[in-house]
């Protein structure tokens, strides 16, 4: 009797590693992605497509500014606000850096507390966390409100300098800030989840069969890291070079 | 075990990566505080950038505990956009020296800012 039950759970040897474990699991005829939930190996694919998509845009900013004969708008400087009395450069930015690195912190907290079913903890960072994105989102708003309505930039041109300096700005933030808008709602979803106890009881989501578990809060996590390592880059190459 | 394919590691971990990635988000800004320009700038942004994502990935995604069988197949893809980006700085090169020497002031044609607010001029 132990010795069935030996054979078909606990006593799979152990599977090798580095370049051989590669071999090894490409080549297993079964999934390729061992010890990842499948969830969470479709989580990652997508992300790897959400990558090019944002490179492409980023690139087409690239090419945009290096061939333009207009001087660049200095981003320092159109993103600058006065705050009781002092002129600050790039603070609105910095800002908002801060919160999303928060968030992502908030949220990978969140992932361990939810793997060990600690379910106030998991939920109540999860609601931080989607409160930093709203937060985020808001300050996009602001921003956007700001450019568009004092400094008259659009897509087609504006005061300070090349006329592709909009284009690229509202499709690059927008583009991200959907992103961010869709996590919150999401977030939001899954703290539900989690405050109901439908992960504990397996309950079903709402779009699948799949009994629900505590993966999905790593898999959401995984969502919202991408989405603050996107803003690294746009933070790198828009607003700081 | 219960949960084998959980990943499951000491809060501290997170917290030491929350910190790194805000001081280094501070010395970000600050190169652009201190003005820093040319060559200095654009490296110090890239290597900020570069540790700050790869923190990211390895520890808050959870990468570095993962096989390289997926290690692999999500990390090496994005190299291919290395290519493009080649490709496209030599191209919006070669625009910017045709527009200079096609548009540019001594090639006969009228300059014109293309934008005027309010429509003046």
């Given at each position: 009797m132990t010795q069935s039950v030996l054979t078909s759970t606990g006593a799979s040897p152990p599977l090798p590693e580095g370049l051989q474990g590669i071999v090894a699991d490409w080549s297993s005829?079964?999934?390729?992605?061992?010890?990842?939930?499948w969830g969470k190996a479709m989580m990652w694919i997508f992300l790897l497509s959400d990558t090019f998509i944002f490179t492409c845009f980023l690139t087409s900013y690239m090419t945009v500014r290096m061939s333009t004969t207009v001087p660049w708008p200095n981003p320092s400087e159109v993103f600058a606000l006065t705050i009781a009395g002092h002129h600050i450069p790039l603070i609105l930015i910095a800002i908002m850096t801060f919160i999303l690195i928060s968030s992502s912190g908030t949220m990978a907290m969140a992932v361990k507390f939810g793997y060990e079913k600690n379910k106030k903890m998991c939920s109540i960072l999860l609601v931080v966390t989607a409160f930093f994105g709203a937060s985020f989102v808001g300050m996009q708003a602001f921003e956007w409100t700001k450019l568009i309505v004092?400094?008259?930039?659009?897509p087609w041109g504006?005061?300070?300098?090349?006329?592709q300096f909009g284009a690229s700005f509202f499709m690059i933030t927008g583009f991200h800030g959907f992103h961010v808008s869709v996590g919150v709602i999401f977030l939001i979803i899954t703290a539900i989840k989690v405050i109901r106890g439908d992960l504990d009881r397996q309950r079903p989501g709402f779009m699948t069969g799949r009994k629900g578990n505590y993966e999905i809060v790593e898999i959401m996590g995984l969502y919202w890291h991408f989405v603050d390592l996107v803003w690294v880059f746009i933070f790198a190459f828009f607003y700081l070079w | 075990m219960a949960h084998v394919e959980g990943q499951q590691h000491p809060i501290g971990v997170y917290l030491w990566i929350w910190g790194l990635l805000f001081v280094l988000s501070a010395f970000s800004y600050l190169v652009d505080y201190f003005h820093f320009q040319g060559y200095l700038r654009w490296s110090l942004i890239l290597v900020f950038m570069l540790m700050k994502a790869g923190l990211i990935v390895a520890v808050f995604m959870h990468m570095r505990w993962e096989r390289l069988a997926l290690m692999y197949a999500i990390?090496?893809?994005?190299?291919?956009l290395l290519v493009l980006i080649s490709l496209m700085a030599v191209e919006g090169d070669y625009t910017f020296v045709t527009r200079a020497s096609?548009?540019?002031?001594?090639?006969?044609v009228p300059v014109e800012h293309p934008y005027r607010p309010h429509g003046a001029g």
């Open positions: 005829d079964q999934r390729a992605f061992k010890k990842v939930p004092e400094e008259g930039v659009r504006n005061p300070m300098g090349a006329p | 990390l090496v893809p994005p190299l291919c096609s548009f540019g002031q001594g090639s006969g």
